[in-house]
C-alpha cells in the first residue's frame, strides 16, 4: 500500500544533542511537510517542500531545518533541542499539480522525548 | 484567509447515540473543507473531503458531513456512536485557488461511554 513512513516512531535526545526524524513516501506526491504537535493542539506548520522548493513558516525557529534529497525523502533536523521542543512530530505529503482537492496524506508522527 | 472554528474541546456521548461535531468555516470563497481524525499516538487519517462536487459528504468509518453555505457549516455526523470512535477529530480548510495550505481548527475529543 501506498504511504507515508517516519522513523523513528519514538526518539528519546538530551537537551542540546542535535536529532534527525526521517520521513519517507511512496505515493509519489510532489509536496512534503512537516508539522509539530503538541498534546491536546492541533498541528502547526513547520515548512513544507514544493517540489524542491523549500518554504519556511515565518514562526519556525531557526533550530528548525529540514532537507529533502529526492521526491521520497524528507528530513527534520533539529540542531539543539529544548525541552520545549518535546511534541509529536507529523510528516505529511499531497499532490499538488493541476486541479484537485490535494487532501494531505500523514505518517505516524515520531514522538519526540527531551530529557 | 481561511479559519476554522470546532465548538466544544470536549463531547461525550453514549454508545449508539448520535454524535454531532460542530465546524464553522471562514473564507472569502468556496474552500475546500476536510475532517481527519487522530487515535492516541498516531497521525492524522482522513476522514471525508468537502471539494463542491456535493453538499453532503460520505466518508469512511459510517461519518457524514452536510456543507451548508447559508451557515458556513461543515458539521460532521454519525448515527450511532462506537466505542472505537473515541479520538480527536480535526476539522480543516484550504483554499481552492493554487497552493494553499491546510489551516486546522483546535479540535474535538470524542469520549465514548458503554
Known amino acids: 500500500d501506498a504511504m507515508v513512513i517516519q522513523n523513528p516512531r519514538y526518539q528519546v535526545t538530551q537537551f542540546g544533542k542535535p536529532v534527525t526524524l526521517s520521513c519517507s513516501q511512496t505515493?509519489?506526491?510532489?509536496?512534503m511537510y512537516w508539522y509539530q504537535q503538541k498534546s491536546s493542539q492541533a498541528p502547526k506548520l513547520l515548512f513544507h517542500?514544493?517540489?524542491?522548493?523549500?518554504?519556511n513558516e515565518a514562526d519556525t525557529p531557526d533550530n528548525f531545518q529540514s532537507r529533502r534529497p529526492n521526491t521520497s525523502f524528507c528530513f527534520l533536523d533539529i540542531r539543539s533541542p529544548g525541552l520545549g521542543d518535546a511534541a509529536m512530530y507529523l510528516c505529511?505529503?499531497?499532490?499538488?499539480?493541476?486541479?484537485?482537492?490535494?487532501?494531505?496524506?500523514f505518517g505516524p508522527g515520531t514522538r519526540l522525548t527531551v530529557t | 484567509a481561511q479559519s476554522v472554528t470546532q465548538l466544544g474541546s470536549h463531547v461525550s456521548v453514549s454508545e449508539g447515540a448520535l454524535v454531532l461535531l460542530r465546524c464553522n468555516y471562514s473564507?472569502?470563497?468556496?474552500?475546500?473543507l476536510f475532517w481527519y481524525v487522530q487515535y492516541p499516538n498516531q497521525g492524522l487519517q482522513l476522514l471525508l473531503k468537502?471539494?463542491?462536487?456535493?453538499?453532503l459528504v460520505k466518508g469512511i468509518n459510517g461519518f457524514e458531513a452536510e456543507f451548508k453555505k447559508s451557515e458556513t457549516s461543515f458539521h460532521l455526523t454519525k448515527p450511532s456512536a462506537h466505542m472505537s470512535d473515541a479520538a480527536e477529530y480535526f476539522c480543516?480548510?484550504?483554499?481552492?485557488?493554487?497552493?494553499?495550505?491546510?489551516?486546522f481548527g483546535t479540535g474535538t475529543r470524542l469520549l465514548v461511554s458503554p
Open positions: 505529511a505529503t499531497s499532490r499538488d499539480k493541476g486541479t484537485g482537492s490535494y487532501e494531505q496524506y
Open positions: 505515493l509519489n506526491h510532489n509536496v
Open positions: 517542500y514544493y517540489d524542491k522548493d523549500f518554504n
Open positions: 473564507s472569502s470563497v468556496p474552500p475546500y
Open positions: 468537502y471539494t463542491s462536487a456535493a453538499t
Open positions: 480543516a480548510v484550504r483554499g481552492n485557488t493554487g497552493f494553499q495550505k491546510l489551516v
